[in-house]
């Protein structure tokens, strides 16, 4: 695992007109920066800045010979202010939304001295960063690569971020039960079919669900703290694109110069296939190179952190194909 990094963000004053001082954290994996094209990882819900090595929750495709190789790339991943893993909190999270982290990771790149970037990605709640990066920055990237996520919050995923709300304050085991009920967003009732089949668990005389569930629960409950879940959950309620500007989506889509991939999973029932394709639909009447590309799988939002074949073959042609062109150049040199 590569050292934590942390920047000094002093004076920032949100969206809605609260003062922030606060440490930015990040890590940075692969070629020094300045040496190579360099990818901004965004991490999803209870993910941090340790993308790669030693406990990387992305090892399958970030790393040597992966699909982003860190043999050819830099790898810069910054953890949402608040999210525990630096140590740091934030109890007046509701001053907050993901458009400020978008303006909070942007600051920490300028403070990197980083000007362009070659591809930003993310999923889930990461993805939905990326959304906000490509708003506040339509010119930073040349790839931006939003997975299983939308650019704003639905009404569904609003609905559950507000009986994980109601979880997280009134449980007597917040986190553990929060947890429970989002792993029923996270997959599929045929993913749950397939894995348990109805088998139980004759030790502690449940279903193996069950028992799954509570081992879940068990586990981010030993690792999450209170305040980082809530800060994640409120934040992934209040993505929408649209809402600094008060104009529609089509206009900040043709603001955004590079590529954009839409990646979704077709049984997804957190983020929905169904509104990756209406957002795919309405940007490429505006737009033309931006592409979307399912992940088709059984397992749901889920797929995403599953599905690493698909992934790398759905975006081998994006980081593949710049590597390619690395060793020509190299060549040439």
């Known amino acids: 695992m590569t050292d934590l990094n942390k920047l000094n963000i002093f004076n920032y004053v949100s969206f809605n007109g609260t003062n922030f001082d606060m440490e930015l954290s990040y890590q940075t994996f692969g070629l020094p920066m300045g040496d190579a094209p360099i990818v901004l990882v965004n991490h999803a819900l209870t993910g941090n800045s340790n993308v790669v090595g030693e ?4 090892n399958p495709i970030i790393g040597e010979e992966k699909l982003i190789d860190t043999q050819k790339y830099s790898v810069v991943a910054f953890n949402f202010p608040g999210n525990g893993y630096d140590g740091n909190l934030i109890e ?3 001053d907050l939304i993901l458009r400020d982290i978008a303006k909070i990771f942007l600051i920490g790149l300028h403070k990197l001295k980083i000007e362009s970037l070659f591809a930003i990605i993310g999923g889930s709640i990461g993805g939905g960063l990326v959304w906000e990066m490509a708003a506040l920055a339509p010119g930073l990237a040349q790839n931006y690569i939003p997975i299983a996520c939308d650019w704003k919050s639905s ?12 979880i997280l ?3 007597s085991r917040p986190i553990h039960d929060a947890r429970i009920h989002a792993m029923l967003c996270y997959r599929s009732p045929k993913s749950f079919d397939l894995k348990f089949n109805r088998s139980k668990n004759e030790i502690l005389n449940v279903f193996n669900v069950e028992s799954w569930l509570l081992h879940h629960g068990e586990k981010l409950q030993n690792r999450f703290q209170l305040y980082a879940y809530k800060l994640m959950n409120h934040l992934l309620s209040s993505i929408d694109i649209t809402r600094a500007d008060e104009i529609n989506l089509s206009d900040i889509i043709t603001r955004i110069k590079g590529n954009i991939y839409i990646v979704s999973v077709d049984s997804d029932l957190f983020f929905t296939d169904y509104h990756s394709r209406n ?4 940007a490429c009447r505006v737009k033309d190179n931006v592409f979307y590309r399912p992940i088709k799988s059984i397992h749901g939002h889920d797929a995403f952190l599953i599905e690493f074949d ?5 975006l081998s042609d994006i980081f593949i194909k710049e590597k390619a ?9």
């Not at 009404?155 to 109601?166: K, Y």
């Not at 957002?279 to 309405?282: A, I, R």
Request: charged letters at 20%; hydrophobic letters at 35%; a positive charge.
């Open 55 to 58: 406990g990387g929750w992305w």
């Open 169 to 171: 304050n009134n449980s």
């Open 325 to 333: 062109s690395l060793l020509r150049t190299l060549q040439k040199i």
């Open 310 to 314: 698909q992934l790398k073959d759905l």
């Open 155 to 166: 009404d569904w995923l609003i609905a559950n971020t507000r009986l994980q709300h109601q």
């Open 279 to 282: 957002t795919f639909y309405k």
């Open 92 to 94: 007046n999270y509701k």
